[in-house]
């Protein structure tokens, strides 16, 4: 079974303004499916998602998990 590329950085949070996921740009249906995506639909998606990114306005309020895991480890690690 090979790997399947993923997008995703543990930042998991809807903006809602724009609708896509503050770390790797991807809607929830995107995200939902994205096991089930043929390899070219992913390709796809992963081609928007640097436009995408620069629409998201705002950073998520809480702590993400990377910062999270980051600070347990004792290492500095901004997102």
Do not use: K
Not at 17 to 22: L, M
Not at 24 to 45: D, F, H, K, L, S
Not at 57 to 68: G, I, L
């Amino acid at each position: 079974m090979s790997a399947i590329e993923s997008p995703c950085i543990l930042v998991c949070s809807i903006d809602r303004t724009t609708g896509y996921c503050f770390g790797c740009g991807r809607t929830q249906v995107e995200i939902g499916r994205w096991i089930a995506m043929a390899p070219a639909e992913r390709r796809a998606v992963m081609a928007e998602l640097p436009a995408r990114l620069e629409t998201v306005e705002r950073r998520p309020r809480r702590e993400t998990r990377r910062t999270r895991m980051a600070r347990e480890r004792g290492t500095a690690e901004t997102d």
